[in-house]
């Protein structure tokens, strides 16, 4: 009960959402933030371009770790690796 009590304390936003690239970060992501901001739910949603092989910043794992949901945007450049392994 008490970690239930510490972890909501903690708790910075009710919803992570984690996407990778500009494919849509000012499409699809944006408009399902706004959606969600508009029926109250708060979002984080990180501003900061992370380049691949980067380490994630403290604030970024806190954001995370203290959302009650996280919400992943799958994406064709998502999981994307270099040569194209992951397209058909």
């Given at each position: 009960?008490?970690?239930?009590?510490?972890?909501?304390?903690?708790?910075?936003?009710?919803?992570?959402l984690s996407f990778r690239?500009?494919?849509?970060?000012?499409?699809?992501?944006?408009?399902?933030?706004?959606?969600?901001?508009?029926?109250?739910?708060?979002?984080?949603?990180?501003?900061?371009?992370?380049?691949?092989?980067?380490?994630?910043?403290?604030?970024?794992?806190?954001?995370?770790?203290?959302?009650?949901?996280?919400i992943i945007v799958l994406?064709?450049?998502?999981?994307?690796?270099?040569?194209?392994?992951?397209?058909s």
């Amino acid at each position: 009960m008490a970690a239930a009590a510490a972890s909501s304390s903690q708790r910075c936003s009710d919803v992570f959402l984690s996407f990778r690239g500009e494919d849509t970060r000012n499409n699809f992501t944006a408009y399902f933030d706004q959606e969600l901001r508009t029926q109250r739910i708060d979002c984080f949603i990180d501003e900061e371009k992370i380049e691949r092989d980067k380490a994630i910043s403290p604030a970024l794992v806190a954001a995370t770790e203290n959302s009650m949901f996280s919400i992943i945007v799958l994406s064709e450049d998502y999981a994307h690796l270099p040569g194209g392994a992951w397209r058909s």
